[in-house]
């Protein structure tokens, strides 16, 4: 995931507040991520960059995500959402939402004829973690970078250097020195951060790299990340990233 970092909804509940028994997890479905991720959202499913605003009519829990059927201007509409306390009749806004059309719900026995998976915004409601800002918020001020030292080791290279080689480095460890731009805990059972170090071109999106982790950092840091380069990975639903380092070992330097 190049640019900003995407939040990935990993749709993998258990249990729905509808139903007492588990039906199973629902497919993986990565939210839509800004220009320059990476990510390929799928044919046919296009995203609408101003959001969806409405009222709350119905809500489905199925931690932790959760399901909104939204009464709009141009009608009703489902969405699907991380998990937040919404009470029905609130005004929520779905940010950056992206269209599947015949979505099955493993979990909720279900299929959604149409249902927009996004982001929650609202100024009533206490978001999930990794949740964007609530509306009225001042977005956060972009981090200033810099030029960060290179990690040490043979393993080395800076992320500009990663980009360059990444089909000599598929499927073998590098060492990563970088700050951290953006970060999203507990996604698929993994932390996900972006790590920028002032190298690489924004334009070609090769100044930011997408890094896996089971290690807890924040936004901010300037940390030394050391994974598996991995080459056009799939994450199912139409979403693949044409390179991402994974399963990381993270500490600050």
Same mark, same amino acid.
């Given at each position: *995931?190049?640019?900003?970092? @995407?939040?990935?909804? &990993?749709? =993998?509940? +258990?249990?729905?507040?509808?139903?007492?028994?588990?039906?199973?997890?629902?497919?993986?479905?990565? %939210? @839509?991520?800004?220009?320059?991720?990476?990510? *390929? @959202? !799928?044919?046919?499913?296009?995203?609408?960059?101003?959001?969806?605003?409405?009222?709350?009519?119905?809500?489905? !829990?199925? &931690?932790?995500?959760?399901?909104?059927?939204?009464? +709009?201007?141009?009608?009703?509409?489902? +969405? !699907?959402?991380?998990?937040?306390?919404?009470?029905?009749?609130?005004?929520?806004?779905?940010?950056?939402?992206?269209?599947?059309?015949?979505?099955?719900?493993?979990?909720?026995?279900?299929? $959604? !004829?149409?249902?927009? $998976?996004? =982001?929650?915004? =609202? %100024?009533?409601?206490?978001?999930?973690?990794?949740?964007?800002?609530? *509306?009225?918020?001042?977005?956060?001020?972009?981090?200033?970078? /810099?030029?960060?030292?290179?990690?040490?080791?043979?393993?080395?290279?800076?992320?500009?250097?990663?980009?360059?080689?990444?089909? #000599?480095?598929?499927?073998?460890?590098?060492?990563?020195? #970088?700050?951290?731009?953006?970060?999203?805990?507990?996604?698929?059972?993994?932390?996900?951060?972006?790590?920028?170090?002032?190298?690489?071109? @924004?334009?070609? /999106?090769?100044?930011?790299?997408?890094?896996?982790?089971?290690?807890?950092?924040?936004? /901010?840091?300037?940390?030394?990340?050391?994974?598996?380069?991995?080459?056009?990975?799939?994450?199912?639903?139409?979403? =693949?990233?044409?390179?991402?380092?994974?399963?990381?070992?993270?500490?600050?330097?």
């Amino acid at each position: *995931m190049r640019g900003a970092l @995407p939040l990935l909804l &990993a749709f =993998t509940a +258990t249990i729905g507040c509808q139903s007492n028994k588990a039906k199973g997890s629902d497919p993986i479905v990565a %939210a @839509p991520t800004q220009a320059g991720s990476g990510a *390929m @959202p !799928a044919a046919g499913a296009p995203a609408q960059a101003d959001g969806i605003s409405g009222k709350v009519l119905e809500r489905i !829990a199925a &931690a932790p995500y959760c399901y909104l059927r939204l009464k +709009t201007a141009k009608g009703e509409v489902w +969405t !699907a959402v991380p998990e937040a306390q919404i009470e029905k009749g609130a005004e929520v806004t779905v940010l950056n939402p992206m269209l599947m059309s015949n979505f099955e719900s493993k979990t909720l026995n279900r299929t $959604f !004829a149409e249902v927009y $998976f996004g =982001t929650l915004a =609202t %100024a009533g409601a206490a978001p999930a973690a990794g949740a964007p800002p609530q *509306m009225g918020a001042p977005a956060p001020a972009p981090l200033e970078v /810099g030029k960060i030292d290179k990690a040490t080791g043979s393993d080395a290279r800076t992320v500009a250097e990663i980009w360059g080689q990444k089909g #000599g480095l598929k499927e073998k460890t590098v060492s990563i020195r #970088g700050k951290v731009v953006k970060y999203n805990p507990g996604v698929m059972g993994k932390n996900w951060l972006h790590l920028q170090d002032g190298s690489g071109d @924004p334009k070609k /999106g090769t100044h930011d790299i997408t890094v896996t982790t089971q290690d807890a950092v924040a936004k /901010g840091d300037v940390v030394t990340a050391k994974g598996v380069v991995r080459v056009d990975k799939d994450f199912g639903a139409g979403y =693949t990233y044409a390179m991402i380092v994974e399963d990381a070992k993270v500490v600050k330097k």
